[in-house]
């Protein structure tokens, strides 16, 4: 079955960078684009970024673009999100998604929380 397994979230000032990774397993990733998502407090899921299979397609929110970046290593079936200068708007649950046979699956999510 798929499974989507955040990591690397945490507590960190204004500013500052994380590097979230989400592992996957029971689907052929290096087959599959994967997008990260996050959801803050009292607001609805929103779309971070996207990469396509191959990982030469990326697509950015007008808001992180610039700050963040994702990546894959299709040899590891690990998706990543390098996030830098980090806000306080950047708060949030994030979490890795894939949609495979008309399916949607969701990982747990990982929280960042950013201090000003």
């Known amino acids: 079955q798929v499974q989507l397994v955040e990591s690397g979230g945490g507590l960190v000032q204004s500013g500052g960078s994380l590097r979230l990774s989400c592992a996957a397993s029971?689907?052929?990733?290096?087959?599959?684009?994967m997008t990260w998502y996050r959801q803050a407090p009292g607001k609805e899921r929103e779309l971070v970024a996207d990469?396509?299979?191959?990982?030469?397609?990326?697509n950015y929110a007008g808001s992180v673009k610039g700050r963040f970046t994702i990546s894959r290593d299709n040899a590891k079936n690990t998706l990543y999100l390098q996030m830098n200068s980090l806000k306080p708007d950047d708060t949030a649950v994030y979490y890795c998604?894939?949609?495979?046979?008309?399916?949607?699956?969701w990982g747990q999510g990982t929280q960042v929380i950013v201090s000003s």
């Open positions: 990469i396509n299979s191959s990982g030469y397609i990326t």
């Open positions: 029971g689907f052929p990733f290096s087959g599959y684009a």
């Open positions: 998604y894939v949609r495979r046979s008309g399916s949607d699956f």
